[in-house]
Nanobody
Framework: QVQLVESGGGSVQAGESLRLSCAAS????????MGWYRQAPGLQRELVAS???????SYQASVKGRFTISMDNAANTVNLQMNSLKPEDAAVYYC???????????????WGQGTQVTVSS
């Protein structure tokens, strides 16, 4: 029904930047929220940043001031600009979207396949 395709992961040195993008496609009536989670080996998946279609953007405290999330509502895409990357930012990053597929239906979350971000010191 809804597919999320991520791009932009890779390997960088500490202090460098990466930009992640995620495009949602399929049966989409509206999107309430899009955002990014990450999961490092042995750790739980954690919220990095989220951006609602209306409302305030949220960031995990550890990325505030370094990461910027943005959303193109018309294109159903969300981007995550990651600057001043640290080794502790290394993880698999997952895009998600809370999507209404049809008027009157409840929204549900959809997930991308994940993209690897590696940061070496």
């Amino acid at each position: 029904q809804v597919q999320l395709v991520e791009s932009g992961g890779g390997s960088v040195q500490a202090g460098e930047s990466l930009r992640l993008s995620c495009a949602a496609s399929g049966t989409i009536f509206s999107i309430n929220v899009m955002g990014w989670y990450r999961q490092a080996p042995g750790l739980q998946r954690e919220l990095v940043a989220s951006i609602p279609s209306a409302g305030s953007i949220s960031y995990q405290a550890s990325v505030k001031g370094r990461f910027t999330i943005s959303m193109d509502n018309a294109a159903n895409t969300v981007n995550l600009q990651m600057n001043s990357l640290k080794p502790e930012d290394a993880a698999v990053y997952y895009c998600y979207a809370d999507v209404v597929t049809w008027p009157g239906r409840p929204s549900r979350n959809y997930w991308g396949q994940g993209t690897q971000v590696t940061v070496s010191s």
